[in-house]
């Protein structure tokens, strides 16, 4: 008989050349070249760059806070000089709200501490000035009517108001801290500065200003139903409400159309001085219901 020892030790050195792994060769892979961006034509260029700037532009101008975090964060109104100031003269309101009479809002007018802007409310309510003229806004604060849209806004005018209106902040202070001021609105501190233009005018090129948005004209007038400190730097205070507060608050009752200030793209409509958005935002706030002053005058 052979031995078997061999043929063990074959077998074995079969079974552990088969166990080692031959090693995977390794195959380099070489990245291709990077190809160079696509041509883009000049609306193409500027479309991509328009897209790229828009995040940074909107991140820059997001809407602010709620509400409610912007209360808690401010500090409370400085009290009223309101009842301090002498009414020297006195003038009504009747009002009417969707052909319905609301009541009468009776005014006691400033003239000493207000001479300009007492004066001109009292022209105002006498003759065709405020009657059958309508309250275009109505916002958490105060509510505002329309004025005489035919008025032109004279400089001369607004600028000693606006001057009336310093001297009346710089006396009492907080202005508009209270319900039952009634002022009349001299600024717009929400339009964008005048753009310059060239006008050709007898053969020659001239630069003027030209505004968007509508100029006040120093008769549309606010009644506030709270404080309102936004209005001490637009509008000056010529008297308060003597009389008819259940009135101004039917007026604010009344519903309105949404405000869309806060859109995004109604913000960059208004930074870029976009005229449609000028006109669209003097509808934002307006009364769905009609609201006359039906007939004004003075009280003696």
Known sequence: MRPCQPQ???????????AKQTPATTQRHHPSPPQPPPKLGRRAAAAAIAIAAAPALLLSISPASSKAQEAEAAPAPAPSCLAELPVTAKAFLDVSIGGEPAGRITVGLFGDAAPAGASRFLSLVTGVGYRRKEFVKIVPGYVQHSGVVSYPAIPAVTDRLAAEAEAVRARCGAVHAAAGAVSIVVRDPSLPPPKPKLVARGGKLEVEEEQAGVVPNGTEFVVTTEAAPELDASAVLVGRVLDGMDVVAKIAAVPTV???TASPYFRVAKLIGDKRAVVAERGFNR??????????????
Do not use: E
């Open 8 to 18: 063990q030790a074959t077998m074995s050195q079969r079974i552990l050349n088969s």
């Open 258 to 260: 949404r405000d869309n």
């Open 287 to 300: 009364p769905y219901t009609k609201i006359l002053v039906t007939n004004c005058g003075v009280l003696s």
